[in-house]
């Protein structure tokens, strides 16, 4: 059973990730770009250090990836009030510019597949999925401790 629902939450969420990544090619980003600029906007301006233990990725990786995003003017470096000697990445207006583009496809997409159900099992589902947020928010909380 557990096998069956990550496999049907595993192919939703490539489903939907696939149909908002449809929009990247207007910008000319790379998935690797596109997945720091969406990490950037959900999460906030983070250091590169910080960024790189976010998305898993090694340091050399994530900083190529940054200076072609602020040579492209998605993303831009401010210096870090705590810490002088560093610098935080924040999305520019265009870059968020790109998730709020890649959102609106996304929720499009949802639109249309939820328009084929019918009312009642859109509601049922939402809380569904609503519970299972929650009980995996709630086994998150409870490892780190």
Same mark, same amino acid.
């Given at each position: 059973m ?5 496999? #049907?939450?595993?192919?939703?969420c490539?489903t939907l990730?696939?149909?908002?990544r /449809? ?11 596109f ?14 250090t !910080? ?15 940054? &200076? ?8 831009k /470096? ?5 810490d002088k ?10 870059g ?7 959102i609106? /496809? /996304? ?6 597949? #939820?328009?084929?159900m ?7 589902m939402?809380?569904?999925? !609503?519970?299972?947020? &929650? ?9 780190? !401790?």
């Amino acid at each position: 059973m557990e096998e069956k629902v990550e496999k #049907l939450l595993r192919e939703i969420c490539f489903t939907l990730k696939v149909e908002g990544r /449809r929009v990247l090619k207007d910008f000319g980003l790379t998935p690797a770009q596109f997945d720091i600029l969406q990490k950037i906007f959900f999460v906030g301006p983070k250091r590169i250090t !910080e960024l790189c233990a976010i998305i898993g990725v090694a340091k050399s990786t994530v900083s190529g990836l940054v &200076k072609r995003l602020e040579e492209m003017g998605y993303l831009k /470096r401010e210096p870090d009030l705590l810490d002088k000697r560093a610098q935080i990445l924040e999305l520019t207006e265009k870059g968020a510019g790109v998730i709020e583009r890649v959102i609106e /496809r /996304r929720v499009a997409f949802v639109r249309e597949v #939820l328009a084929n159900m019918d009312e009642r099992r859109v509601s049922t589902m939402m809380e569904l999925l !609503e519970t299972l947020r &929650k009980i995996m928010e709630e086994w998150k909380t409870q490892e780190k !401790e």
